[in-house]
């Protein structure tokens, strides 16, 4: 991943980058396709998260004084949706290959934790593949 200088957006990055290997690595060699998908939809909104804050000035981010990472839950949550318009309106659009991917992977929902069995394993290997050109993309932005 790039190494972007703002230290929220890169601990952002980081944890984005971690938690796709964690996802890879559960779905191939656990075979917890559920585990996987959640972990590759948190990935996703890392690493959008990181690049949201790359591209928004610090000024905008709040007029309450309230750091980084509580704009981004205040305004954001866990809603890829958001986050995908708040990049668009700021000039960081998916190119077109990407936003298909996007499509998919914004099926993703932080509730699916409390969700009970294994998963479905093409769709989870369908979900990390739509998870790292996601990623991939966003780290070349940053």
Not at 102 to 107: C, E, G, H, K, N
């Given at each position: 991943m790039g190494t972007p200088t703002d230290?929220?957006?890169?601990?952002?990055?980081?944890?984005?980058?971690q938690r796709l290997e964690e996802a890879r690595t559960i779905h191939?060699?656990?075979h917890l396709s559920a585990a996987a998908e959640y972990l590759g939809g948190y990935?996703?909104?890392?690493?959008?998260?990181?690049?949201l804050l790359l591209v928004t000035p610090p000024q905008e981010r709040s007029d309450s004084g309230q750091d980084a990472i509580e704009w981004l839950?205040?305004?954001?949550?866990?809603?890829?949706?958001?986050l995908r318009l708040a990049l668009d309106q700021r000039g960081?659009?998916?190119p077109q290959d990407?936003?298909?991917q996007?499509?998919?992977?914004?099926?993703w929902d932080p509730q699916s934790r409390y969700e009970p069995g294994p998963?479905?394993?093409e769709r989870a290997e369908r979900f990390l593949a739509a998870a790292g050109a996601i990623v991939a993309w966003a780290d070349g932005r940053m």
């Open positions: 230290k929220d957006a890169r601990k952002f990055a980081r944890v984005a980058k191939a060699k656990v990935a996703v909104e890392c690493v959008l998260k990181a690049l839950k205040k305004e954001f949550g866990h809603d890829l949706g958001l960081a659009r998916m990407v936003a298909k996007f499509l998919f992977v914004s099926t998963g479905d394993p």
